[in-house]
């Protein structure tokens, strides 16, 4: 479950209308909104949709890394939100967003949806934009 810190906002009546799920998750597609390509999938607690709206920029819950995840904090590509709708069903989220840099995959392409099942397997169908290592370069700590 969970543990970020709670802000204020997320205890808000607009959040108590989504459903979350079992773990206080709700899914997120972030799509962007010139092209309506979809970038990518996600997961926000309260406290990451709170943060979304107050910063205008997409806040994700890392689910490995058990902490929120403002987009684009190590790599620079920041996902700024246009709008934000809620499905029939209020379990999932939808992210009109203007992708920094054209690049929403870890990998260095527009979208993580770059596989297409070409009827026997899966063709990479999109390019590599920008190597990963060189996005995600972290300084060397020393001994």
């Not at 998750?25 to 962007?32: F, G, K, S, T």
Request: charge should be neutral; hydrophobic fraction near 40%; proline fraction near 4%.
């Amino acid at each position: 479950m969970p543990t970020a810190t709670t802000t204020p906002a997320a205890n808000a009546k607009w959040l108590k209308k989504v459903k979350w799920d079992e773990h206080g998750l709700v899914p997120v597609i972030a799509q962007e909104a010139a092209t309506g390509d979809i970038l990518m999938f996600a997961w926000m607690n309260r406290d990451a949709l709170a943060r979304t709206v107050e910063l205008g920029e997409a806040v994700y819950w890392s689910r490995s890394r058990k902490k929120l995840w403002h987009k684009g904090e190590e790599s620079g590509h920041v996902q700024k939100v246009l709008e934000i709708r809620l499905d029939c069903d209020e379990d999932v989220v939808l992210l009109k967003v203007e992708q920094a840099g054209g690049i929403a995959c870890h990998t260095g392409r527009h979208s993580c949806f770059f596989q297409k099942f070409d009827g026997a397997d899966w063709q990479s169908v999109e390019p590599v934009l920008q190597d990963p290592d060189a996005i995600y370069t972290k300084p060397k700590k020393s001994k």
